[in-house]
């Protein structure tokens, strides 16, 4: 593939690949690095420090602030939001600098590009706000061909699926690389839009997106046993909405605990050493989770609970025809 016309390296793009491990059922490996893996290419990205960096010194940083108003009548008050386990913890050896949480609000769609922005503004083209920084690669169309090459089996739509999930957060493994690590633990210094000097440290608040792609983030099944990215509700108890039972057990919050890590590293291990199907019955009763999770693999060592970012997208479900079925079921 040639390189894209639109996509300058000035910008810091950069062309780059990931690759993927191959599974199949009955087929059976000493542990998962001996399967057999499958590249991906070309990847188009940009750094996602390169990427923060310029979001907060360009002249639309200025516009990103935060009012409350107490009642209708009132006049807005200015709101500096600072997280407080940032202010507690101890500066960077030298440095005296203001630390700040630099907030991520990240946006996903098949059909668009992903952004770094803010809500309001970032939606106003003129305003520049929106940041594009990676092409999220689809399974390539040669993907059957590699599978029947290694294996003399075609893939199954469920194989799809896995390697489709698979696919995305090594992908975000890529994005989330030694340099973004840097910065996330230890902050990077950045002269912003206003001539001020400041240690910022990123922070993904939400990852917007439709239904289809937070089951692939959050590496659970479609419509599973227990179909939420957030929450433990379960597929049965989905018609009690609204109800207080409802309420209730929408507090059993899904945490990437080490239960959790412990119940994805045993499931790639059945996977791979012991041939089980992707959809294999062994694995209902590990929630359905069969692949780990770059955010996960990544950030949980500093508290990071991936599924808090996974918020409810309006502007993506009720695209997907949800308000249609939501006043159906009213009327």
């Known amino acids: 593939m040639n390189w894209p016309s639109h996509l300058s390296t000035k910008d810091g793009w950069i062309e780059g690949s990931v690759k993927i491990r191959l599974p199949c059922t009955s087929i059976k490996f000493k542990s998962e690095e001996d399967g057999p893996k499958c590249s991906i290419e070309p990847i188009y990205y940009r750094r996602l420090t390169q990427v923060l960096i310029s979001s907060f010194q360009e002249p639309a940083a200025k516009l990103f602030k935060l009012f409350w108003k107490s ?58 706000a929106a ?38 957060h090594a992908i975000w493994e890529l994005l989330l690389d030694d340099q973004f690590m840097e910065a996330y633990e230890h902050g990077i210094v950045v002269k912003c ?44 108890q989905i018609g009690d909405l609204g109800m207080v039972n409802d309420m209730k057990r929408r507090t059993n919050v899904c945490e990437d605990n080490s239960e959790r890590q412990e119940k994805v590293e045993k499931a790639c291990q059945g996977i791979f050493k012991k041939g089980y199907s992707v959809v294999s019955n062994t694995f209902r009763n590990l929630m359905d989770l069969t692949s780990l999770n770059a955010f ?36």
């Open 71 to 128: 009642m209708v009548d009132t006049p807005p008050e200015r709101v500096i939001s600072e997280h407080k386990k940032l202010q507690s913890q101890p500066n960077e050896p030298g440095c005296n600098l203001e630390k700040a949480i630099a907030a991520a609000l990240i946006f996903s769609d098949s059909t668009h590009l992903i952004n770094f922005g803010m809500k309001y503004e970032r939606s106003k083209p003129s305003s520049f």
């Open 131 to 168: 940041h594009h920084f990676v092409y999220m690669q689809s399974l390539p169309d040669n993907i059957e061909e590699a599978f029947d090459t290694i294996f003399g089996n075609n893939i199954t739509p469920t194989m799809r699926t896995h390697l489709k999930r698979q696919l995305i």
């Open 193 to 236: 839009a206003d001539g001020v000097l400041c240690r910022l440290y990123p922070h993904f608040f939400i990852h917007g997106a439709d239904y289809p792609e937070k089951v692939l983030l959050a590496t659970i099944k479609s419509l599973g046993r227990c179909p939420c990215p957030r929450c433990h509700i379960k597929n049965d």
């Open 296 to 331: 996960s693999k990544r950030l949980s060592k500093f508290g990071f609970n991936f599924h808090s970012m996974l918020a409810p997208d309006l502007l993506h479900e009720f695209e997907l025809g949800v308000w249609k079925a939501v006043f159906t079921h009213l009327v």
